[in-house]
C-alpha cells in the first residue's frame, strides 16, 4: 500500500518561499508520476504540477509556472514542491499525489493521496 506524508507548510507573508515534501513508501516508484494538488477554502481541488520519477520531466498549473518547481530524490523516496514568490491567492491545504498514470494528475484522479498540508500566504 503506498503511503504519501507531507510536511513543510506553514505560514508565510508574501513574496516569501516554501518547501514541502512528500516521503514515499510501499511501493517501487520508478514506474509512478508524483504531483501536487491543491484546494482552497471554498473551491475545488486543483492541478499544481507532476514529475515523471524515472525521467525527471515536469508539468505544472499556468498558475504556478515560473514560481513553483516539484523535484524528487530517489535515494529518500521523496518529492518537494519549491515554491517561490508567494502570493495570498497560494494559500490552500496541498496535497501529495502518486499514480503510474501521467494522465491521472491532469484529470485530477490519482489513486494515492496524502492527507494535506495547510500553506498561509498573509498579505
Known amino acids: 500500500q503506498v503511503q504519501l506524508v507531507e510536511s513543510g507548510g506553514g505560514l508565510v507573508q508574501a513574496g516569501d518561499s516554501l518547501r514541502l515534501s512528500c516521503a514515499a513508501s510501499?511501493?517501487?516508484?520508478?514506474?509512478?508520476?508524483m504531483g501536487w494538488f491543491r484546494q482552497a477554502p471554498g473551491k475545488n481541488r486543483e492541478f499544481v504540477g507532476v514529475?515523471?520519477?524515472?525521467?525527471?520531466?515536469?508539468n505544472y498549473a499556468d498558475s504556478v509556472k515560473g514560481r513553483f518547481t516539484i523535484s524528487r530524490d530517489s535515494a529518500k523516496n521523496t518529492v518537494y514542491l519549491q515554491m517561490n514568490s508567494l502570493k495570498p491567492e497560494d494559500t490552500a491545504v496541498y496535497y501529495c499525489a502518486a499514480d503510474q498514470r501521467w494522465g491521472s494528475f491532469l484529470l485530477g484522479r490519482t489513486d494515492y493521496w496524502g492527507q494535506g498540508t495547510q500553506v498561509t500566504v498573509s498579505s
Open positions: 514529475i515523471g520519477w524515472s525521467n525527471g520531466y515536469t
Open positions: 510501499g511501493r517501487t516508484f520508478s514506474r509512478y508520476a
